[in-house]
């Protein structure tokens, strides 16, 4: 028997009155403008902590669980779309992803939830991008001035006031130009890197390559399942059903087209760059593997035309990441803060956005200067935010829509993928927050080295 169509708890009405809604997530956009959405949330500088994740894995793990991680993010984020598309034939179009979390399994605690997960991630990228943006202003700082006197903490501080003029771009269509160039950027220092990496492993500078993992086999241990949070980040973006939100009404089948968009880029970077720079520098490869291509004693092991240009591609597509995570914080500061029966940029709704989005920009480049922590930073947040929304949350959403029988391939893919990465995030945190206590003994508050 036919169920009866269920009332949406979050109807189009409320979202006449919703500013959120209106002004931050507006409908406009085209498949290909969401595919430029997801290509920025998902392939970032990240990507050149690849040889990084491949020294806690080796070679064989490493290329296994970057190639299953992608398959099954692909998988995961196929099933969101089925599930959005899925509640808009039935009239209850989600454009938050608490709001789909709460309505398909009927439970307020899950509204909740996913704002702090989402507040999690969207936080913990924005300061990692704010801080990477500030390392790749002291790197080109240093090689331009080796002897200068200014501190990260103090590019750091440049990189914030540039993020707090950007961030007063008014909705997430509104980024679709921006995230363009991002698509183009990322390509572009891809390609240098790999580039420069194949340049330094035939170099006669070359460093000696040794492929083994650490001795002990607690540590070996504790760094695979670290690295699998890093990737499980690195692939991760927790934002889909607000990227989606941003396509002109009727969304059904754009997000696919967008993904495969987002996925085809994907292939062509992770893997050149996690191979490249693992066969050059093995298990001395650094966080940020252009630290490895210009290290502090020795000569530069590639052109420093060519890697000066790729950290400025870099510094550039950092600045579209954060804009791109900060969307949701931006929704919820517009939905309690902006009236909607005035203009978007009414005076009204002007000066509360410049102040909201100021602050919360101030409060991520503090965190950045504060904790130096990029390698850690992310593992951390692959294992208590992006795996729950992007491993867990997905097929959970699936099956409660789309009822498969219980006997069926997809259930039982879902449900194993379910079992496997919970247990995946609560090895991967303990692992990440481990290394994080660790590295706390070697920093101090508003370091200028990050450490690894």
Same mark, same amino acid.
């Given at each position: ?36 959405? @997801? ?104 090689? @331009? ?46 390609? @240098? ?66 993904? &495969? ?122 294992? &208590?935010?992006? &795996? ?56 101090? @508050? ?7």
């Amino acid at each position: 028997m036919a169920q009866p169509p269920q009332p949406d708890p979050f109807p189009e009405s409320s979202r006449d009155a919703d500013a959120g809604a209106v002004f931050v997530l507006e409908s406009k956009g085209e498949w290909w403008h969401a595919g430029y959405h @997801l290509t920025t949330a998902i392939v970032g500088p990240t990507i050149l902590t690849l040889p990084y994740v491949f020294r806690g894995l080796g070679w064989g793990l490493g290329c296994m669980c970057l190639t299953v991680m992608g398959l099954v993010t692909f998988y995961s984020y196929y099933l969101m779309s089925r599930v959005l598309d899925h509640c808009e034939k039935a009239g209850r179009r989600h454009i938050r992803f608490r709001e789909l979390a709460a309505d398909v399994l009927g439970s307020g605690y899950m509204f909740y939830f996913v704002i702090f997960i989402q507040t999690a991630i969207n936080t913990g990228v924005g300061i990692g991008a704010i801080l990477l943006a500030g390392e790749c202003l002291q790197i080109m700082y240093s090689d @331009l001035s080796p002897n200068g006197s200014l501190k990260l903490y103090e590019f750091i501080a440049m990189v914030t006031v540039v993020m707090i003029f950007l961030s007063q771009l008014p909705s997430f269509h509104s980024l679709r130009h921006i995230n363009f160039a991002s698509l183009l950027l990322s390509l572009g220092y891809t390609f @240098l890197v790999v580039g420069a990496c194949i340049n330094a492993g035939f170099s006669r500078n070359a460093p000696p390559r040794d492929y083994t993992l650490e001795s002990s086999k607690s540590s070996k241990v504790f760094s695979a399942f670290t690295s699998i949070s890093i990737i499980a980040a690195i692939f991760g973006n927790g934002i889909l059903p607000e990227i989606q939100a941003t396509l002109a009404p009727p969304a059904t089948g754009k997000m696919v087209k967008g993904l &495969i968009m987002c996925y085809s880029v994907i292939f062509v970077t992770f893997y050149s760059a996690a191979v490249s720079g693992y066969w050059v520098f093995g298990n001395k490869s650094d966080s940020n593997i252009l630290k490895s291509l210009m290290p502090d004693n020795g000569p530069s092991l590639a052109p420093t035309s060519v890697l000066g240009l790729a950290v400025v591609f870099v510094l550039l597509q950092l600045l579209a990441i954060g804009l791109v995570y900060s969307q949701v914080a931006f929704e919820i500061m517009e939905k309690n803060t902006a009236d909607i029966n005035r203009g978007m940029f009414s005076k009204r709704n002007l000066i509360p956005r410049l102040i909201f989005r100021t602050m919360y920009m101030v409060f991520c480049g503090v965190m950045a200067a504060m904790l130096p922590f990029f390698g850690d930073i992310n593992g951390v947040v692959g294992a &208590i935010g992006f &795996i729950p929304l992007d491993f867990i949350l997905p097929m959970l959403l699936y099956n409660m829509t789309h009822k498969p029988s219980k006997s069926s391939l997809t259930y039982l893919i879902n449900i194993t993928i379910m079992v496997v990465f919970t247990c995946v995030g609560l090895m991967g945190a303990f692992s990440s927050i481990r290394k994080l206590i660790l590295d706390a003994n070697k920093f101090k @508050l508003f370091s200028s080295d990050v450490v690894d």
